[in-house]
């Protein structure tokens, strides 16, 4: 009916997709989300389509996208304990640390526990491998990412 390629439509489809699923998730105003479409050379009949469609479904659209969101769980509370093992009836003298961790998480307002038993060399590159996580967070790409993600 549209005397158009099956590919053309689809195409059209996933930009206008993508418009008002970035346009929501950003919350942007109806002033950016104007010179965000007027540079696309659309009408100015179309252009006041866009908006209206915009403005009547960005809540909805971040309901969906809120509801889409994996819900992993949260950090509650942490126990640990420190275990040497100094002897056995074969090894006299030995020493075998073993360092065992509790982990109390939230998920769905329902509490759970994880338990975890390391020896502290793994332990120590655990950390080495968090805190370069955590170093790689501060780089200007990761915080591109995540200020997009919002």
């Known amino acids: 009916k549209l005397n158009v390629g099956v590919d053309t439509v689809q195409h ?3 930009g206008l997709t993508y418009l008002l699923t970035e346009s929501s998730k950003l ?3 109806e002033a950016d989300f104007q010179d965000s479409i007027h540079v696309l050379g ?4 179309l252009n006041k389509l866009l908006l209206q469609l915009y403005l009547d479904n960005r809540k909805e659209v ?3 996208l809120g509801e889409l969101t994996p819900k992993l769980p949260s950090y509650h509370n942490l126990e ?3 275990d040497v ?3 056995s009836r074969s090894l006299r003298q030995q020493i075998k640390p073993a360092v065992t961790i509790k982990l109390h998480l939230n998920q769905h307002e329902d509490q759970t526990a994880q338990v975890l038993q390391t020896d502290p060399s793994t332990l120590l590159h655990l950390i080495q491998q968090l805190e370069q996580a955590l170093g790689e967070m501060k780089t200007n790409h990761c915080r591109r990412i995540v200020r997009n993600m919002k």
């Open 62 to 64: 971040r309901s969906i």
């Open 27 to 29: 919350m942007i105003s």
């Open 85 to 87: 093992q100094l002897a």
């Open 80 to 82: 640990w304990r420190l």
């Open 12 to 14: 059209g489809v996933e």
């Open 42 to 45: 659309f009408s100015d009949e």
